[in-house]
């Protein structure tokens, strides 16, 4: 039997990728191996979002050349659909697939080895208009399931490689979503996280079709759903359509992660982001009164091109000012190809660092005092995973509804389940619980005292 090995780099819709090209490689009667081991096929999903993207993604390329030099390197994701020709510059690599037709992967497979020439599978994905369907019925290794539910984005914010490495927006049709989302929750999952590159912009390219339609469809249709986690959306998609989903969903959780990128007027403009300050915040006050306690996670970029100390305090004031439950920090990273990487006044990355530092400060202490509104608390929780610490035996992971995280001590067989525990002690980024018992419908054969 033939053996297949996968090395995913990247987002969440690359992880999600990789599970549907296994599917194909499954049906194919391949087995899947582990990557560190021989195999005779090696996939890497590779990303571009930045230079070091890049680098990381060559370096795993010639780590699988080396393992087995005889066997067929495939290497498919964005970096492959952004340069192909720079990744069959390296010895070794014998078929290249960008962000679509991944479905061709096993017929280039079989060409080459026929043929023994590399293939360059890469087409222009900016004319592609058709969402490629992918089944991933299962995951090999989560509790929580990724559904992606579209393609590609249209905004070209000056600092983003994506739209020419995933191409223009394109949506999954709705039933395939909720056929897709049926099968997961009868594999098992609880809670399914709505993913894409631009995944609320999904139904901008239909008709009487949109965002929120499809939230109130999956609530209504997929039978044993629980939760519905929305990976990302942006501010200019909060429509009131969709807030008075949320206001009247019994499944979506309290938590959004609305990208910010910047606080800042004279920052967005130049990042080409299509909101303001105000907007963003006026976006954010209306959808708190319909979810109380709503825990709103976000990205800010710092030391973009330009920026100055009046600058970033704008934005260091106006995130305190919103108190967000948690922020991912990132120093701006030149990415050849994009505008920004262009600009003069460029930040040296002393300032940089000094800025990141200072938001992640700013971040801890937020997430502090958002989780400290639950202390004393019961929340639901489903565990994904034991807790890796030294001391803990026995200690399980997993998330409130409201994304904190929180561990506690539990059984192996609560794993994927809806558990009640009552937060005893707020933290970050770990929250302390102690487990109350387990949900009605539940049914877990040993209850722990």
Known sequence: MATVAFHTLGCKVNHYETEGIWQVFKTNGYERVDFEKQSDVYVINTCTVTNTGDKKSRQVIRRAIRKNPDAVI????????????????IPGVDVVVGTQDRKKMLDYIEQYKQERQPINGVTNIMKTRVYEELEVPAFTDRTRASLKIQEG?????????????????????????????QQLVDAGYKEIVLTGIHTAGYGEDMKDYNFAKLLRALEENVKGLKRIRISSIEASQITDEVIEVLDKSEKIVRHLHVPLQSGSDTVLKRMRRKYSAQFYKEKVEKIRKALPGLAITSDVIVGFPGETEEEFMETYHFIQDIGYSELHVFPYSKRTGTPAARMDNQIDDDTKNDRVHKLIELSNQLAKEYASLYEEEVLEVIPEERYKGDLDEGMLVGYTDNYLKVKFAGTEDMIGKIVKVKITKAGYPFNEGQFVRVMEDEMITEKIS
């Not at 495939?74 to 510059?89: D, F, H, K, N, R």
């Open 74 to 89: 495939c290497v498919t994701g964005c970096y492959a659909q952004t340069s192909p020709g720079e990744i069959l510059e």
């Open 153 to 181: 984005c249209n905004n070209f914010c000056t600092f983003c490689i994506i739209p020419w490495a995933r191409g223009l927006l394109r949506s999954r049709k709705p039933e395939d979503v909720l056929k897709q989302a």
